[in-house]
């Protein structure tokens, strides 16, 4: 029976259902050191195109120095036990994240715990490999009990420390700043969480961190846009300029139609301008935005509470990642409206260089019905010669006639009929010509 209904089912139906369990948290269980890196795609020029083959490769690599089976191509997901640590990989878009985790050391203090992480175990040389590439590099210090703000603050650098207590029973300790050893650090306590939600908070916590890097990428991109567009703006104020001082000079059909030309042209290439930097910038922005709702998602699901004196991550987000995004998204807007006003200046420009082609046009069809005229007239003026030289040939034709005649013996004088019939054949002619044109105009 099982196996009639499965002849069912929609050839998606598997995979999208295992879509949701295809990646699952780390089971954590304090204390635990985790490591995490989140490596870039190697071209940032336009969507990533095959970042997902070169990502596996890396993997490849790794598992190979330690003699373990990579995943099959195509894979996205990838974990397994080392036995000195564990990872987890994930492929995304345009980056791909190994999560290393271990059971922490006994320590004396924060400080000693972070000096034994995960990262020891690794490869020097594929580590060597990612350099220039990693976009997210943090350790996690996963540890039992409560702590205040004063316990873990010698363990951070930066000048200010961010944290709460997240998801009922744990605090989170941070800076989001990268130490002196090239790694952020985070300090999660477990004050009582239950089976796998340490693994949920720890996978919260570090997607916050590579998501609101990987939103960030948008600000460069929007600060060199601005000062490009500020240059196209100036340059479409002073082309409507350009056009307003041409309206108001009086000058001929062809003079305006030579400027509005020319107007034309620079307005042409300032559209090209304006497309290439849309097209260059529009998927970072559009990615950037999608990164920043994935950001503020994770920092919902901390469900913080505020410890007196410390801002919280939604806090620190609010001041710091929110006006960058909107500056993403203001300079995107400014991006659509500045090619609305070229796409309407282009219109305008274009219907002025049309109506004057019209005129020339006009003008070239009066000066073609002036000559037309001018041919007719002149015609008219010779019809009268070309009646009296049709009726002389006519004329000539009946004398030949009335020679042959006469010496055929036909009486009667081939002068005398000559002369009598010289102006009906003349009047034959013109009213034969008349009609001729009557006929034509009809």
Not at 26 to 37: C, N, Q, S, V
Request: aromatic share 8%; proline share 4%.
């Amino acid at each position: 029976m099982t196996l009639e209904y499965s002849k069912l089912n929609h050839v998606l139906r598997v995979p999208l259902a295992a879509e949701v369990h295809s990646r699952p948290f780390l089971k954590l269980d304090a204390p635990e050191a985790i490591t995490h890196l989140a490596v870039y795609r190697d071209s940032e020029a336009g969507p990533p195109n095959g970042n997902a083959l070169i990502q596996q490769v890396t993997l490849a690599q790794f598992c190979a120095h330690f003699g373990v089976a990579p995943p099959v191509a195509g894979a996205n997901y990838f974990y397994h036990d080392f036995g000195r640590f564990r990872l987890k990989w994930e492929c995304h878009t345009e980056f791909a994240t190994y999560t290393f985790a271990a059971p922490s050391r006994e320590a004396k203090s924060i400080d000693e715990a972070f000096a034994y992480m995960p990262l020891a175990h690794l490869p020097q040389q594929w580590l060597a490999s990612l350099a220039g590439r990693l976009m997210v590099a943090a350790h996690v210090l996963l540890e039992r009990g409560e702590s205040s703000a004063l316990d873990v603050q010698h363990a951070f650098e930066g000048s200010m420390l961010v944290g709460g207590s997240v998801m009922q029973d744990a605090q989170l300790w941070t800076d989001f700043a990268i130490q002196s050893d090239g790694f952020s650090r985070f300090v999660i306590r477990d004050a009582g969480m239950r089976a796998q939600q340490a693994g949920r908070l720890v996978q919260r916590v570090l997607e916050i961190e590579t998501y609101r890097m990987m939103a960030l990428l948008g600000l460069p991109s929007a600060q060199q846009a601005g000062i490009v567009l500020n240059a196209v703006e100036a340059e479409l104020a002073a082309l409507a300029g350009a056009m307003v001082a041409t309206d108001a000079a009086p000058s001929a059909p062809l003079d305006a139609a030579g400027s509005d030309q020319a107007l034309l042209d620079q307005i042409t290439r300032l559209a090209a301008r304006l497309e290439k930097l849309s097209l260059d910038n529009s998927y970072r922005f559009s990615a950037s935005k999608a990164y920043f709702g994935l950001v503020k998602a994770r920092i919902e699901e901390l469900r913080e509470v505020r410890l007196e004196g410390v801002p919280t991550v939604e806090e620190f987000m609010d001041r710091r990642l929110t006006p960058a995004m909107n500056t993403c998204d203001a300079t995107a807007a400014r991006q659509d409206a500045l090619g609305r006003r070229i796409a309407n200046t282009n219109d305008l420009l274009r219907t002025r260089v049309g109506i004057v082609q019209e005129m020339q046009n006009r003008q070239i069809l009066q000066s073609m019905n002036t000559r037309a005229a001018q041919q007719l007239r002149l015609q008219q003026s010779v019809e009268g010669l070309s009646v009296a030289a049709i009726s002389y040939y006519v004329i000539g034709l009946i004398s030949y006639l009335g020679k042959g005649a006469k010496v055929l013996g036909v009486p009667g004088n081939p002068d005398v009929m000559v002369s009598v019939l010289v102006p009906v054949v003349a009047a034959c002619v013109w009213l034969g010509l008349r009609y001729m044109h009557r006929r034509m105009h009809a």
